[in-house]
């Protein structure tokens, strides 16, 4: 999937959880330059003052800003830090019967409601077993284990509560985390940031709920699938 950049900068400071200020490397250098940032996140190993970014210019129209951040460099990679290409990635990955892990889908609907919630996706396999689907992005790993979430996440916990509870009522329901640290060998939920999504974490995988980590590489401008990635000490439980 290809998503294309057209500025390097180094970042100077998150004024806001959206907004951002960066001075422009390349091509036309500009220094202290309004940003969005498409994360609600904290990213504080990525977005620090002095790391290099990269961006992409959008139509302003209503807009404050001008460039949204699209990556962050870490080590010696880039990490893709706008989650609003989160959905169309996993749809591809799920298009593709090689990658997806439903296998052959005969049909993709995003955005569909059960009760009062919205999830990204509702996929019909190809022998006609439907999966409620949410897909969540990960860009934090430390000593190679990546974490969601690194802020606390009401909403992350709400969707798993709802997920477990269909599981438990006999509908497939899973989660496609999408980890954006080529560098991780593992994935575990962040109990230190939000033990609450933790605990629920553990009881959505007991009761049913699947969960596929997919390593992503963010290289000259593509998105490239890296396999899946086991969950750290419940390898078990991941189908």
């Not at 990556?71 to 090689?98: F, P, T």
Request: aromatic content about 10%.
């Amino acid at each position: 999937m290809s998503i294309p950049c057209d500025a390097t900068a180094v970042f100077k400071c998150r004024v806001n959880k959206f907004l951002g200020v960066v001075d422009i490397l390349t091509p036309t250098p500009m220094r202290d330059v309004e940003v969005h940032i498409h994360d609600p996140g904290r990213l504080t190993e990525l977005l620090y003052p002095g790391n290099k970014v990269l961006l992409k210019s959008v139509h302003r129209n209503t807009r404050k800003t001008e460039w949204d951040v699209i990556a962050a460099r870490c080590n010696q990679y880039w990490v893709l830090v706008h989650s609003g290409y989160h959905r169309g990635i996993a749809k591809r990955i799920m298009e593709d019967e090689k990658l997806s892990p439903f296998g052959r889908v005969a049909n993709i609907k995003p955005e569909v409601r059960y009760g009062d919630s919205k999830f990204d996706f509702l996929v019909e396999k190809a022998t006609g077993t439907k999966v409620w689907v949410e897909v969540k992005g990960c860009t934090l790993a430390v000593d190679g284990i990546a974490m969601f979430p690194d802020a606390p996440t009401q909403r992350g916990r709400r969707h798993l509560k709802l997920l477990s509870y269909m599981s438990e009522n006999n509908l497939h329901t899973a989660v496609l985390i999408l980890i954006f640290r080529p560098d991780a060998r593992c994935f575990a939920p962040n109990q230190h940031t939000d033990p609450k999504f933790a605990d629920i974490f553990w009881y959505a995988l007991d009761v049913g709920v699947k969960v596929y980590p997919i390593v992503l590489e963010y290289v000259d401008a593509q998105i490239y699938y890296r396999g899946g990635l086991p969950i750290c000490g419940r390898n078990k439980l991941h189908a």
